[in-house]
């Protein structure tokens, strides 16, 4: 053996194979296995692991073994299997399992065009289903899978022989290895296994299973095979003949193992079902793996070994089967587990692939008891949490119910979420469901469950101490909740929607209601419950009271519960309605904040379809059963508001304070309205409840449609989507396209607003009230109504509208006994006393008024059905009796009949009025400091705003939850709750003062009573005695009431009807006495109605409806109507003082309106900064405030700019050497010049292998090689003065033009800087600072020269223009000689500080990117450097602005740069630091331009070994035009800017004529060198023609037009050149040029602009504007004289010319290339553009995915592609080492010197860099609905918005970024 083992593996191998297939050798083999696989060693050796591949190779190389294998792969499913952070889809449409999940391969492979599909990022890993037609449509399959792509393929026999004897022995060995580190186990904790050496073995069967199908059977024969199993572990193979000891001693390790899991307790039906049974010993590899697997708490490649062989239907029958049996054990150890939920969703990531298959599942659920299984393991987690019930019961009688304490680490961590998911993912399947249906068993088993939630955290109200601290159990209770009970149900639910399931739902309502008995038993509540305790967790009944609603409402059964029994339910519903009622208005505030946390989870969207829909149905139910009068009162007693319910004023607020009492009196009658309107499960149609919702949704706020699709209340574990909510969409609401409004805030998302016709018509108060979580949605809702109201419909009453309440709609004919509840007499009375009370006292808020006459229009809306037998009512009525106020039931009697008197227990007034208007008062002096706090911050930045950004970041690098694969419902959601809930306690507290302001501003209640006394007396007296008998008590009453009130007496007389009652209340909202009159006694048409029939208004409006809606129905109740208005229509002598002042309505508005006062000066301080941030936020920078200032501003300097205004110390003053004043100003490096093209198409980012992006062109690579270029032949002096650096990394500078003293500015960054609390500036080390007035970043101070001669440009400028040329030229030349010889030290007057400040700070800037770039230029000697780098400041600020403005004719572009153009100022203190030596260089062009011997080429020829200067016509002209600028002592006058101008055109026209027949053909040369001739001496005026043939003669002895490179040749134009051609392409040439001369005019001498829309006179104005050629008339001359009658020569023009070209020629004989090269050097640049994106954002996604970051060649967990140049770049490089590295800074300095913009690939939204900071923009990809996707949460498509890539284009080449983007961070870390 020793000896087989050293030779050749191959040949071995090859042999052995030869042998096996003669059934031979396997001996042989066998030994040579006990040797490679030895037990004994070590498992990582490489020499072994080569063997096994060798061997199963057979003789052939593994490579090309597996290449052979896998083309038998004949899989039809794909079956690729992933773990976590992976991209996968999700196609509903295509779907028959909601898991259905498929690769990216596979759904790009299929055609999923308009099908509901999203992509997501999986949490728990998955595997792809695409071809298993069990879990999805056919039609998804992509085209390499599906079953009809079945190969019938057979597997030659000699290829897999060797494999077949191998794989079993590596299998098997690594069984060994696994019992083997159990037994060390004490060594290595279970938890941190880590399969170090076991690794190589198991990626070699990882191997094998990738090789497709043919593999996969050889691998799960081997795991399967169960005589197999047996034969290698009893050693009975012949394999380990030598290790039978060890074989045996391992095979004790398994047995001693099995103690190590627990099974779960089990019931006598189950015994004998192996997953309950105990020991529970592998029968197969396969089992054993799992069992390992579950010891091991599934380690990752284990887990996606089993998975990957899925595919294979026999073993995944096999493995599923070992996978239950193991189920209980697995569910056990999830309680014990240290890492619960990595283990959950290693768990579901297993079970998910078995349990979505139905054939599977019921397999399962027959033969193993699959369900079983479930539910006991579930129970027995749930059993381990259990714990004392406190429920209070009845004292002394003995409790036996425990309750789940939410607090268990099982509760807190969701430990029961796999056995959940998996219950619910089963119970999806129909066939199984009737299985659980029909076993009384399972069905008692599951109510049993649930019943250990119900009552789960209890609260109790604190009523004297503040809770010390929080708990957070709620937040595991209700995840608890909607998980494990709710989940479930809507599972079932689905399967109980029509009559053929009627049986499924009565076996479960049986099941509940008897578990609910036994529980109500045992907990001892059956009859009532502790009002201080409540508990939101009634599961049970939620779903008796779903499935009761099906059975009633859906499947026809007759059920009608027992009176007893829905009496002790309907407790429970109902004080949770109650215990919501009392936290909204502040009961409750001593638990803390989580109470309220909890009320808001219990309505909020994604809970309150399990929970509130569900308590209100079970109330509506309980209402129809019960008697309506015990409903009633019930619902009043639970609120705690009887005793408001009584005449008796003054009784003693026991319960609940006075306004709590009022609020409370409210929540009761809307949840009566509730009940009374609400149809969710009272026969409505889904669409017409999704309809509902929507409208409620849209109504409270415009909302996006991703909100809107979240936020419809969801069915957890059920799709949410239906196919009517696009066209239910369409119907009720108005689509806002991103693009339609452009708001403040710049980048508008698409958004939904309700249709005009729906706030007419849908819109429901009381569903939005349901649905709302705070009462400023309501609120929102109800403004929005009112507005609407007021503009669209034209309604113009000045009173607040109210809630129009919707027409009662008929219930289910199940349930139509609801209604009775508005016929009984505790609601009449309990309104009777609420009417008298409004009429008489302030005590009833509008809210509680208009709910009542909701009720009453109700009452008259549908009639009652059953008449309760008529009882005399005695004369008078005990308070609180309300049985004995009315006769009967019916409300059209009832509102006739008049109360005489009540007999009432008087008590003496609390104190306790007092004591709240005192605390109402407190409360409010405290709002106003929080209010005033909020708005100090707001205004100085004191707190930190929040960046949202940085908790995307943080949360995306924690891998936290973004993707939610398997539901995990709960805290997200519920979080998110909590936090909007925090915001809005400043809010809510605000409507509590409200409340109590009321309060505050009342009369004492004595002095009104005596107030009412004198004014009923007063009338009294004249009232006629024999009034007709409606009114025989009337004049005394109120007298009575008052005198009852505050007399100690027990009896109030009353003596009034509904109906009266009625009367006055409109006559005391109106103001007047009789104001209501009968329709019939109505002369006119009164308003109210609007035009289209829609009745809106305030409470009169409403109340007189309801009184002409009386009269309709009611003739008797008309003629008392009558008669009481024929009463006031009797002139009376004594009419009441109108008493509107003090009407209780008047008087909340009045309140109201001190109160909106006050908060009205704190909203206008804050508008204030609001307004100045808009104009920060404005991504243009155009907001129009903003601009008028400045312009104004502007507008008001220029006339006398010296005189400036300082931000900080306000002076208005000069700017004087003493106390200089400056711009604020910001200064960055720009690389934005480099991007320029001389291409003008944008370039497209690449979204595939062969796409490229070219350079060739671009602005930073052409100046760099002209540089390079110039460099090498010519002087470096002379080469400085012709060319500017800065193309690249240049220094951009602007200002938001506020002025600013210096030594303000010191002492204020002073200030900054001790200033701890601006974490945005980078005070310390940069200068920053916000500029004090507008908050805009700088960095630094722009000083502004003092004129000290007192003489201003504009003084300069109007000199005449009538001096001849040559005499300015002299001028010119004479100026400069003076600025060389030093009289530019007068202007010396800026401190010296200042100048090396701006110095220093220029040269930093700079710096940054010189470093990285290498220029060759620089680096000579400082001042040289310093010389250089701020000419080409000059230079590149000039550019820049011209990028900026597009083109320079546009006026509108105009105003948006000049707000921050300090270009001018710019140019004057370059000017003055200008060195000297620059100015002598800057001398010597201007002599050989105006002196013609100083031309080189003209006089001697020079030596010629010395550097050359640069011949004229190879010079950049605008180099030298800013030189000379520069280079003049300012102020330089306009005449001689305008000669400089003139002087350098000249040169640069010869250069385009030089250029122009560079590119002529021979021909077309020859013949223009001939006309030219001929016209040379026909006019003194210079033109083109004879200008042009002069060139061309000049170089036609020279080598220039011999073109013998190919570029050359290229730029040869061959078509035919006619004059206007010429001319075209010199003004083009000449364009640039003429440009920046323009904008320098424009910014040292304020003239404006010339301003055309005509693209093609650009040429000819700015000449003009030049003064190079003033035309008579613009547009008028021949376009084709231009460009030569533009030049001005000093002297002959032929002479320079000649002079000009012979210097060139001269350069030319030396070095033909290269001065043909730079004489065709290209002007013309286009401004730069960002990449071409593409259309769908898919393109971009996958792609760049997949790539590699261009400095660590890691492939990024955080890509990012720069929208600049393409580079691939890792974002959170910080972390993985990436971005610090100085590889990547080259990317983020070179591409863009320091300010780059990225599109974050897995977000989708643009991220800028600007050095240190970064910043999240928005998102320039949006989805159908206009809709930002940030990190694809909804995974949908996504399409580029070319107006947004258009701003963003913008914000980059006007540098506004720091201007106009928010939330900035900071994103190196030693910032933090
Ligand atoms: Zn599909
Ligand atoms: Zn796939
Ligand atoms: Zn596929
Ligand atoms: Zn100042
Ligand atoms: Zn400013
Ligand atoms: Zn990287
Ligand atoms: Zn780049």
């Known amino acids: 053996m020793a000896t087989l083992m050293k030779s050749d593996k191959r040949k071995v191998s090859a042999q052995l194979k030869t042998e096996i297939a003669r059934n031979m050798g396997h001996q042989q083999l066998n030994e040579l296995l006990d040797v490679v696989l030895n037990p004994r060693t070590s498992l990582d050796s490489s020499e072994n692991l080569d063997w096994c591949r060798s061997l199963i190779a057979g003789g052939v190389a593994f490579e090309d073994f597996a290449k052979s294998v896998r083309h038998y792969d004949n899989a039809s499913t794909c079956g690729l299997v992933w773990t976590s952070n992976f991209v996968a889809y999700r196609c509903r449409t295509c779907g028959i399992s909601p898991c259905m999940s498929i690769c990216a391969d596979c759904f790009h492979g299929a055609d999923h065009t308009d099908h509901d599909f999203n992509m997501f990022r999986s949490q728990a890993g998955g595997a792809c289903d695409c071809g298993d037609p069990n879990v999805m449509r056919s039609a998804g399959f992509c085209s390499l899978h599906g079953p009809d792509k079945l190969k ?71 795991l399967t095979d169960q005589q197999l199993y047996k034969d290698l ?63 091991f708490e599934f380690p990752e490649k284990i887990v996606t070994l089993l998975l990957k062989m899925l ?240 059975a009633v409402t859906k499947q026809g059964l007759a059920i009608s519960p027992q009176k007893d029994f829905l009496k002790s339910l309907m407790n429970f519903p109902l004080q949770i309605q109650a215990l919501v009622g009392e936290i909204s208005c502040g009961l409750w505030v001593r638990n803390g904040f989580q109470i309220k946390r909890q009320a808001i989870t219990y309505m909020q969207c994604h809970f309150c379809a399990s929970m509130i829909d569900l308590d209100l149905f079970l109330l509506q139910a309980c209402a129809a059963h019960l008697d309506p009068d015990y409903f009633v009162e019930k619902v009043f007693s639970s609120f705690k508001v009887l005793e408001m319910l009584t005449f008796n004023q003054s009784h003693s607020h026991s319960q609940l304070e006075l306004d709590k009492e009022s609020a409370m009196l409210e929540s009761a009658l809307t949840l009566l309205v509730t009940l009374l309107s609400t149809r969710t499960h009272l026969g409505a149609t889904e669409e017409e409840l999704l309809r509902q919702e929507m409208v409620a949704l849209l109504c409270m706020h415009d909302t996006t449609h991703s909100r809107l699709t979240d936020q419809i209340p969801e069915k957890t574990g059920l799709f949410s989507t239906s196919e009517s909510f696009e066209p239910l969409l369409a119907e009720v609401a108005d689509y806002h396209d991103p693009l339609s409004e452009r708001s403040s805030r710049g980048l508008q998302q698409g958004h939904y607003s309700p249709k005009p016709s729906v706030w007419e018509t849908e819109f429901d108060p009381i569903h939005v009230l349901l649905r709302c979580m705070q009462k400023k949605d309501f609120q929102s809702a109800m403004d929005r109504y009112s507005t609407h109201m007021k503009q669209t419909a034209g309604h113009s009453g000045n009173s607040d509208l109210w809630p129009p309440f919707q027409p009662l709609k008929q219930p289910h004919p199940a349930l139509k006994t609801l209604h009775q509840l508005l ?171 409200g409340l109590g302001e009321e309060l505050y501003v009342d009369t004492p209640a004595t002095s009104e009573g005596a107030m009412a006394t004198e004014a009923s007396s007063s009338r009294s007296s004249v009232e006629p005695s024999t009034s007709p008998s409606a009114s025989a008590g009337r004049p005394r009453k109120p007298a009575k009431v008052s005198t009852v009130l505050w007399t100690p007496s027990k009896m109030l007389t009353i003596n009034l009807s509904m109906l009266e009652l009625l009367v006055k209340l409109h006559a005391k909202m109106a103001g007047k006495e009789g104001s209501y009159t009968p329709p019939s006694m109505r002369r006119d048409t009164e308003a109210g109605s609007l035009p289209g029939g829609v009745q809106v208004g305030g409470g009169m409006f409403y109340v007189k409806r309801l009184l002409d809606k009386i009269c309709r129905m009611h003739p008797e109740s008309q003629k008392q109507l009558e008669d009481l208005c024929r009463l006031h229509q009797q002139p009376t002598a004594g009419t009441e003082q109108p008493d509107a002042q003090s009407t209780a309505a008047d008087r909340r508005k009045k309140a109201r309106e001190a109160q909106q006062k006050l908060f009205a000066k704190l909203a206008a301080e804050q508008k204030k900064f609001i307004e100045k941030s808009l104009e920060t936020e404005d991504p243009l920078g155009e907001s129009p405030i903003a601009d008028e200032e400045v312009q104004a501003a502007a507008a008001e300097k220029v006339p006398d700019r010296e005189i400036f205004e300082c931000v900080i110390c306000g002076q208005t003053a000069p700017s004087t050497g003493d106390k200089p004043i400056g711009m604020v100003a910001l200064m960055q490096a720009t690389g934005v010049l480099g991007h320029r093209s001389q291409v003008s198409e944008a370039k497209t980012l690449p979204t595939s292998e062969n796409e490229m992006i070219s350079t060739t062109g671009r602005g930073k690579e052409v100046n760099q090689q002209r540089k390079l270029d110039l460099l090498n032949h010519f002087d470096k002096s002379s080469v400085q003065m012709s060319i500017n650096v800065g193309w690249h990394g240049g220094v951009h500078i602007q200002s ?174 370059l000017s003055l630091l200008i060195g000297k030596s620059s100015v002598t260089l800057a001398t010597k062009p201007w002599s050989m331009l105006t002196e013609l011997k100083q031309i080189s080429g003209a006089s001697e020829p020079r030596s010629s070994g010395s550097p050359d200067e640069i011949p004229v016509l190879l010079k950049d002209p605008v180099a030298t035009l800013i030189n000379l600028v520069l280079a003049m002592q300012h102020p330089i006058s306009k005449e001689h800017f305008s000669c400089i101008v003139r002087t350098l055109y000249a040169p640069l026209y010869i250069q385009a004529l030089s250029v122009i027949s560079c590119r002529m053909p021979d021909t077309e040369r020859r013949a223009w060198a001939e006309s030219g001739k001929t016209c040379q001496a026909q006019s003194n005026e210079l033109q083109m023609q004879p200008l042009l043939s002069q060139v061309i003669n000049m170089y036609s002895n020279s080598t220039l037009y011999d073109d013998t490179d190919l570029l050359e040749r290229l730029a040869i134009c061959q078509s035919v050149w006619t004059l206007q051609c010429i001319e075209t392409a010199a003004q083009e040439y000449c364009l640039p040029f003429l440009r920046i001369a323009a904008l320098m005019q424009h910014h040292l001498f304020r003239d404006e602009l010339p301003t055309c829309q005509k693209q093609d006179l650009e040429f000819e104005l700015l000449v003009n504007y030049l003064r190079l050629y003033t035309a008579p008339s613009v547009g008028e001359t021949p376009a084709d004289l231009y460009s030569a009658r533009c030049l001005h020569f000093v002297g002959n023009p032929s002479e320079f010319m000649k002079a000009w070209c012979q210097d060139l020629l001269t350069f030319v004989r030396k070095n033909r290339k290269t001065a043909k090269s730079l004489l065709l050097h290209n002007p013309i640049f286009y401004p730069p553009r960002l990449l071409q994106l593409p259309k769908n954002y898919d393109a971009v996604f996958q792609y760049y995915r997949e790539q590699r970051c261009q400095s660590c060649l890691q492939v990024p967990n955080r890509p990012a592609v720069c929208l600049v140049c393409g580079a691939l770049i890792c974002l959170n490089g910080a972390r993985s080492g990436c971005q610090r590295s100085s590889i990547t800074e080259q990317h983020y300095l070179s591409c863009g010197a320091g300010t780059v913009i990225y599109l974050d690939i897995n977000s989708s939204s643009v991220v800028i860099v600007r050095g240190e900071r970064i910043c999240h923009w928005a998102s320039v990809y949006l989805d159908r609905h206009g809709e930002e996707d940030r990190e694809l949460k909804r995974g949908k498509p996504l399409f580029l918005c070319l107006q947004r890539y258009k701003v963003l284009e913008q914000l980059w080449r006007s540098h506004s970024f720091n201007h106009c983007c928010k939330n900035w961070m900071w994103h190196l870390t030693h910032h933090h």
């Open 152 to 222: 019938n393929l057979t597997v030659p026999a000699d290829l897999l022989p060797m494999a077949d004897a191998v794989v079993p022995r590596v299998v098997f060995r690594f069984v060994l290895y696994l019992r083997d580190i159990f037994e060390k186990r004490s060594e290595i904790p279970a938890v941190r296994f880590s399969l170090s050496e076991g690794e190589p073995l198991l990626g070699l069967l990882h191997e094998l299973c990738n090789m497709g199908g043919a593999m996969r059977s050889v691998m799960t024969r081997a």
């Open 311 to 550: 595919p294979d239907n026999s073993y995944k029958d096999t493995f599923t089967r070992s996978f239950v049996k193991f189920y209980g054990r697995i569910a056990m150890s999830l309680a014990t587990s240290t890492q619960p939920d990595k283990l959950s969703s290693r768990v579901v990531h297993i079970s998910v692939q078995l349990f979505s298959n139905e054939e599977l599942a019921i397999q399962m659920t027959e033969e193993l008891q699959l369900i079983h299984i479930l539910i006991v393991s579930l129970q027995c987690l749930l059993k381990r949490t259990l714990m004392d019930n406190h429920l209070k019961g009845t004292p002394g009688t003995h409790r036996n119910c425990q309750v789940i304490n939410c607090d268990h680490q099982v509760m807190r961590q969701h430990c029961y979420w796999p056995v959940i998911s998996d219950l619910s993912n089963i119970l999806s399947h129909r066939s199984v469901v009737n299985k659980f249906f029909t076993d009384p068993s399972l069905v008692k088993m599951w109510t049993n469950i649930l019943a250990m939630f119900m009552c789960m955290n209890l609260n109790e109200r604190e009523l004297h101490n503040h809770v010390e601290f929080e708990p957070l159990a709620y937040s595991a209770a209700f995840s608890a909740e909607i998980e494990a009970c709710a989940a479930p149900m809507w599972q079932l639910y689905v399967h109980c929607k029509d009559e053929s399931t009627a049986h499924y739902t009565e076996a479960l309502l049986n099941a509940c209601s008897e578990t609910i008995t036994d529980w109500l038993e045992a907990a001892d509540v059956y009859k009532s419950l502790d009002p201080y305790q409540v508990s939101f967790h009634i599961p049970l009944l939620r779903y008796y009271a779903l499935f009761l609603s099906q």
């Open 823 to 993: 016929h009984c007499k505790t609601l009449h009375g309990a309104i009777f006393i609420i009417l008298h009370k409004a009429v008489n006292s302030k005590s009833i808020s509008e809210p509680v008024l208009y709910l009542c006459i909701a009720l009453l229009d109700m009452m008259l809306q549908c009639p009652a059905d059953t008449i309760a037998s008529k009882t005399p009512t005695p004369a008078v009525i005990q308070d609180g009796n309300f049985s004995a106020m009315f006769p009967d039931n019916l409300i059209l009697s009832n509102l006739g009949h008049r109360i005489h008197a009540v007999e009432i227990v008087y008590e003496k007034p609390s104190s306790s009025r007092q004591r709240t208007v005192h605390s109402t008062d407190q409360l409010l002096q405290q709002l106003l400091e929080e209010e005033v706090s909020i708005i100090h911050q707001n205004l100085f930045g004191l707190a930190p705003m929040g960046f949202p950004g940085a908790a995307e970041l943080e949360g995306m690098e924690e891998g936290e939850e973004m993707y939610v694969e398997i539901d995990g419902i709960g805290e997200e959601e519920e979080i998110d709750g909590i936090e909007e809930d925090e915001d809005e306690d400043v809010e809510e507290m605000e409507m509590e003062v």
């Open 1296 to 1469: 938001c033009r506020h002025y600013i003293h210096l030594s303000c500015h010191e002492s204020y960054i002073k200030s900054l800087r001790q200033d701890y609390q601006t974490p945005q500036l980078q005070v310390r080390e940069k200068g920053e600072y916000e500029c004090p007035l507008c908050r805009q970043l700088a960095n630094f101070v722009l000083p502004c020269l003092p004129f000290t001669e007192g003489c201003s440009p504009s003084v300069a400028a109007a000199s005449s223009d009538s001096r001849s040329h040559a005499v300015v030229a002299a001028e010119v030349a004479e100026k400069l000689r003076l600025s060389r010889e030093g009289s530019r030290e007068s202007l010396k007057d800026i401190t010296l500080a200042a100048k090396s400040v701006f110095l220093f700070r220029l040269l930093r800037e700079n710096r940054l990117p010189k470093s990285a770039y290498g220029d060759p230029l620089l680096p000579v000697d400082h001042s040289e450097m310093v010389d250089v780098v701020l000419r080409s400041t000059a230079r590149v600020n000039l550019e820049l602005d011209l990028v900026v403005r597009e083109t320079l004719l546009q006026p509108s572009s105009q105003s948006s740069s000049n707000k921050r153009g300090c270009i001018g100022t710019l140019l004057e203190v």
């Open 233 to 295: 572990n009893e050693g009975s193979s012949g394999c380990y003949s030598q290790f039978k000891r060890d074989i045996s001693q391992s095979r004790e390790i398994l047995n001693s193992a099995q103690s190590i899991l627990t099974v779960p307790e089990s019931p006598k039906f189950l015994r004998g079902n192996p997953a309950v049974t105990y020991p529970l010993m592998p029968l197969s590899f396969v089992e054993e793996l799992l069992f390992w697997a579950v010891i």
